[in-house]
């Protein structure tokens, strides 16, 4: 036999608790906890809760459910009310309705709360829970067919539905004042969903949906919208909904699960109020694969409707819509943004065969071509393959996602960065930039791109006011805070520099790039073995193969007077140059690094009419180019690359 919970000396019962899971759940406080970590819960769900939790193993019907959280006498629309509070149960119990672990479904008949309960005492499962008792209402005397209501029972009826719209219009009024009087949301970030298939391979479409999700809300004006790079930090994170609020300054949270299943699919969103851990609105979706595009805009519309309910008329934007797209497409496209989003070159390679592919299946979808340009615009800026062949592949896809769609800022930003980076079209290049962040002032990576361009060109505190607002849309975004410090660097900034590049090494340690800016810094200030010492580091942790890193190391060694170690550099990079896996420009600024002079205007002149990337450094100073920039060669090189000012 199961014991009940102990009583005290008068009879009562004294424990409060009830403990299933790794959750408790406090009866007399309404509160409930995961840990340490303390659930927002709303009143009706967590009196639904309470009850299920107390009748653990017991079925407890719809009509129970009804009697204990509304009574006899109010009549609404019970049904809708138990399913939404289920749901919110379920929710923020990260319970999944098909294979559950706590709420079991009893069809046609009610609910079942599953997992073993233990009271604050150590028993288990306390007595029945008496639901109150009421005196028998209209609803017990169902009208017989064929038979009308009596002329009384018909006005009492009307009369309850008078008091049901009053009491309706006067909740609304009551959440309006309470919204009135609540903290305006005007920044969110939409934490990674969940992949609760339990197939790693379809990590891609959790990624897919959350990377969409953010594209649709960061159109709502007035809206700082967290980037993927920065929400991607805290996948799978242990870290509470404030804590993470903390580190991305945001006010709101966006947090949720996804499964896919053959041509099914259940999306689970939640929207949460992150200084105070508050559910302000939960839904599940359940849908075919289908009709994924319009659920991306039936949840953006949802959450951007709670979120101008909190914001003034002159705030208000709309999220942006997708488009009818062939489902086959839309999957392929979902896998090139995940393989384009990790960045190594193979990854990158692997991207384009799906955008094809996704082109290939829907010759008018406008986002597959603009991710085509973006990946092969990285892959010609990295050498990787042919920079030339590449940004022309580029380019061509580019111009037609715009043909296709002219609202999309993706590709507008992808147009100019080939013509910064290939054509070396600078006024082009800065007017395409502009279209990029007036159709979408939320775009990062626009941000961060624009913010380069204006450092090569010489505007220098423009481009770290440009940076600064990367910052903010991607505030734990290690490339981002990384080029912060390096645009501080340029700009001889250095105890700015220092600062930055030490915050970015707080967020990662091991992050190369932030390495191989401190190097830099040190180099600038005349610290040569320090200098050295971080180069080398920083090729330590991004591997021998990148061949950016050797560079730079190859130039640190040539500047400090290590002439053998870099001779040793200079003629691997010529080996790998042959193989198509090194650009000219890289074996001209280590000749230069040298002293060879000759050599390394030979091989920069080279690179011009290869159109190499590298090239667009030219007037930085402080860089890789400064042992060159007295020869009256460098002029020529200027004006050949036609960057303003030369």
Not at 121 to 136: C, I, K, L, R, W
Not at 520 to 540: D, I, M, P, T
Not at 545 to 565: M, S, V
Request: glycine content about 8%; some cysteine.
């Amino acid at each position: 036999m199961i014991p009940a919970p102990p009583v005290d000396g008068v009879g009562g019962v004294t424990a409060q608790e009830l403990q299933f899971g790794d959750f408790t759940l406090d009866q007399t406080r309404y509160r409930l906890q995961r840990g340490d970590r303390s659930i927002r819960l709303e009143k009706l769900p967590m009196e639904l809760l309470i009850l299920l939790a107390a009748r653990g193993g017991e079925l407890v019907t719809r009509e129970e459910i009804a009697e204990r959280l509304w009574g006899k006498e109010v009549f609404v629309d019970v049904e809708h009310g138990i399913n939404t509070a289920i749901r919110k149960i379920r929710l923020v119990l990260k319970d999944d309705p098909d294979d559950p672990h706590f709420v079991e479904t009893v069809v046609g008949k009610g609910y079942r709360f599953t997992a073993p309960v233990t009271w604050s005492n150590g028993g288990y499962s306390p007595p029945q829970v008496q639901p109150p008792t009421h005196e028998a209402s209209a609803s017990s005397y169902p009208a017989t067919p064929g038979r009308e209501w009596p002329l009384r029972g018909r006005v009492f009826l009307g009369g309850l539905a008078v008091v049901a719209l009053a009491l309706a219009w006067l909740v609304t009024r009551h959440e309006s004042g309470k919204n009135a009087h609540q903290p305006a949301i005007t920044s969110l970030a939409v934490l990674p969903l969940k992949n609760l298939s339990g197939d790693p391979s379809q990590e891609y479409f959790a990624d897919g949906m959350t990377e969409e999700l953010i594209g649709r809300l960061a159109n709502i004006r007035d809206l700082r919208v967290i980037s993927r790079t920065s929400v991607m930090r805290f996948k799978d994170t242990r870290l509470s909904v404030p804590q993470i609020a903390t580190a991305l300054h945001v006010d709101a949270i966006v947090e949720g699960s996804v499964m896919k299943e053959g041509d099914r699919v259940r999306v689970n969103a939640q929207l949460i109020r992150a200084a105070t851990d508050e559910h302000i609105w939960a839904e599940e979706y359940r849908r075919e694969s289908r009709s994924i595009l319009p659920l991306q805009d039936e949840i953006a519309q949802a959450i951007a409707q709670q979120i101008r309910l909190r914001m003034s008329p002159q705030q208000r934007g709309s999220p942006a819509s997708g488009r009818s797209v062939d489902p086959e497409a839309y999957e392929d496209y979902l896998k090139g943004r995940y393989y384009s989003n990790q960045r190594t070159t193979e990854e990158l390679k692997k991207s384009v065969r799906y955008f094809q592919q996704a082109i290939t299946r829907d010759p008018s979808y406008a986002l597959a071509y603009s991710g085509l340009a973006d990946a092969n615009a990285l892959l010609g800026f990295r050498g990787a393959v042919p920079s030339k062949d590449a940004l022309e592949r580029a380019k061509s896809a580019a111009l037609k996602a715009i043909e296709l769609d002219d609202t999309l800022a993706e590709p507008h930003a992808s147009l100019a960065f080939i013509a910064e980076t290939h054509e070396w079209d600078w006024a082009r290049a800065e007017q395409e930039y502009k279209r990029a962040l007036e159709l979408n002032p939320g775009d990062a990576r626009a941000h961060h791109w624009y913010a380069g361009y204006l450092m090569y060109i010489g505007r220098f505190d423009e481009g770290i006011a440009e940076e600064k607002r990367a910052r903010d849309l991607d505030p734990v975004s290690l490339p981002v805070n990384n080029a912060l410090a390096g645009r501080f660097l340029v700009a001889g900034r250095y105890e700015e520099a220092l600062k930055q590049v030490q915050k970015t090494l707080e967020l990662d340690p091991h992050f190369a790039p932030a390495h191989q800016t401190l190097a830099w810094a040190y180099l600038n200030q005349g610290k040569k073995r320090e200098a050295l010492q971080e180069f080398k580091r920083a090729v330590e942790l991004s591997g021998p193969d990148d061949t950016n890193l050797l560079l730079d190391l190859g130039f640190a060694y040539a500047t400090t007077g290590e002439r053998k170690a870099a001779l040793s550099i200079l003629a691997k990079l010529r080996q790998l140059h042959q193989q198509g896996r090194v650009p000219s420009g890289a074996i001209g600024i280590l000749y230069g690094a040298l002293g060879n002079a000759n050599q390394a205007f030979a091989w920069l002149n080279k690179a011009c009419d290869e159109r190499d990337p590298e090239l667009t450094y030219l007037k930085v100073p402080g860089r890789r180019f400064e042992p060159l920039r007295r020869d009256p060669r460098f002029q020529q090189l200027l004006h050949r690359v036609g960057l303003p000012g030369s």
